[in-house]
């Protein structure tokens, strides 16, 4: 089925650790984003690319890097992990008014 | 920077009564609205958008929603809500002139208790 794959799924860190996350869609879509959701907080914007070869800081970008070198792919960085960094992350990409959102991965740093 | 506010932070509701959730944006120029639901553990459902055309918007499980423009507000209704619509529910707002990000509000729980 056409959509946004994020893997993984859950993931345990211990502070200082580093990992990727994988941000994968099949629609050919241009835009696509990072956020990071928190209980109280809604969604907030990691980092975000509006085409191959870009991204771009939103919201809350400390801590974090993002790279797009395959208009299909946008990874997600964190090069030392903290606990601040407990969250659920979830990627989106869109065509312009039309966003497909991926079911969300569970980060959890101890 | 985009600000969407949702008024409520909880509603609690018995089912089949009727149900508003509120949400406010800042934006003086052309906006795409959307509602989300989210499920215990689960990701984002949409539950309707407006990119267009008519203020009132109609969705998925009897949901709807009206845009207006002066207020700035896109309040999402319910006329009569069942125990499975306890959720969590997203406003959002986009801009196409700011690279179509999405802003969320900080959500409101719904909860319906028989």
């Known amino acids: ?110 | 920077a985009q600000s969407v506010t949702q008024l409520d932070s909880q509603v609690p509701v018995f089912e089949e009564a009727p149900v508003e959730l509120r949400c406010n944006y800042s934006s003086s120029v052309s906006v795409y609205l959307f509602w989300y639901v989210q499920y215990p553990n689960q990701g984002l459902q949409l539950l309707l958008k407006y990119l267009s055309g008519s203020t009132l918007v109609k969705g998925i499980n009897g949901f709807e929603a009206e845009f207006n423009k002066s207020q700035t507000s896109f309040h999402l209704r319910k006329p009569s809500v069942h125990i499975s619509d306890t959720a969590e529910y997203f406003c959002a707002v986009s801009e196409g002139s700011n690279d179509y990000k999405l802003s969320f509000g900080a959500g409101t729980t719904v909860t319906v208790r028989a």
């Not at chain 1, 946004?4 to 650790?17: A, E, H, I, S, W």
């Not at chain 1, 209980?39 to 993002?66: F, W």
């Open chain 1, 1 to 110: 089925n056409a959509g946004v794959t994020q893997t993984p799924k859950f993931r345990v860190l211990k502070t200082g650790q580093s990992m990727t996350l994988l941000c994968a869609q099949d629609m050919n879509h241009e835009y696509m984003y990072w956020y990071r959701q928190d209980p109280g907080m809604g969604l907030r914007l990691i980092h975000y690319s509006v085409g191959e070869g870009t991204t771009a800081k939103g919201e809350v970008p400390d801590g974090y890097n993002v790279s797009r070198l395959k208009k299909q792919n946008f990874l997600l960085g964190l090069e030392s992990a903290a606990p601040s960094q407990t969250s659920v992350y979830f990627c989106a990409s869109t065509t312009a008014g039309g966003y497909t959102f991926g079911s969300g991965t569970r980060l959890t740093v101890v």
